[in-house]
């Protein structure tokens, strides 16, 4: 690990500022991935701000009967908490199918959704990796690529991005609060916040230098049953080959409303648009979810070792969509 400078934020303002104004700087909090990334020198900050005291730790009821959670509340004590259980289960669930509970004692809200891919070939600083070193080339395009993307990738990158919360976070219509170095806030749809590689796939987010997410906002709840399914290669402490987060609401036999998201599967966590389309009006039967299935994966294309995800993915969307319809 490289030499490094220190400093503890006071407020989300002063943080804000001290990345900006520092060449190579970066926010620290729970640092579960950022640490690792400093260790084999892909990550190489020169100055580490730290954000974890800073009073972004609490979930608050907002006025229209959603949820407001600070970036600093712990993974851990947001699957826990009885209204995320209760109104929003496909994040509790999602929470609790990620990484194991100790990291889920120190990752925060604000850095699970800013970690970085696990493709091998970015970990590998003897590899080509345009996300690590652009311009460099894509080693995963030929090499081994069994975790890669299928859908959103470019021929610059077929990364994935590893976070199972964004996944039910988009599938819940989530907002991004954030404050910039100059104290300027906004709020960014959770499906706008990461960005697809095309040629520039070291820029991951729209986040602008030195801008800092403050808190997620959750809408009221959506109506229907919530399900979050994981497919990996072992029960614990394994980054998703596929999952699906859906929330489907059934009234009288049809689909009256239906959210369907994927991990896995793309550089950014997946909105299946088509497949909700496909969903809504009709009967809940397995010949629609199938449909919508393949809705979800058009235009998915496979690298070699990645194949099998194509149709991994139709059948974990079948399942999860089938399970929360309660068929």
Known sequence: MRLFTYERASDAWQAASAVAVQPEAKFISGGTNLLD????????????????????????????????????????????DPRVRSRYSVLSQALLAGASGQIRN?????????????????????????KRNPGSGCAALEGFNRM????????????????????????????????????ATRTIPISDLHRLPGSTPHIETELALGEMITAVTLPPPLPGRQIYRKVRDRASYAFALVSVAAVVDVSGGHVRSARVAMGGVAPKPWRAVEAERGLVGKEASDRTFVAAAEAALQGAVG??????????AKRTVRHALATAAEM
């Open 37 to 80: 990334l400093m260790k084999l020198e892909i990550e190489r900050p020169a100055h580490l701000v730290d954000i974890s005291r800073l009073a972004l730790d609490r979930i608050e009821e907002t006025p229209d009967g959603g949820l407001r959670i600070g970036a600093q509340v712990r993974n851990s004590d947001l699957a826990a």
């Open 106 to 130: 120190k990752a925060s809200t604000g850095g699970n959704l800013l970690q970085r891919t696990r493709c091998l070939h970015f970990y590998d600083r003897n590899m080509p990796c345009n």
């Open 148 to 183: 890669n993307a299928v859908l959103g990738a470019s021929e610059a990158c077929i990364a994935v991005h590893p976070s199972d919360m964004a996944v039910a976070l988009v599938a819940l219509d989530a907002t991004v609060e954030t404050v910039s170095p100059a104290g």
């Open 303 to 312: 690298r070699g070792d990645n194949d099998f995800k194509i149709p991994l």
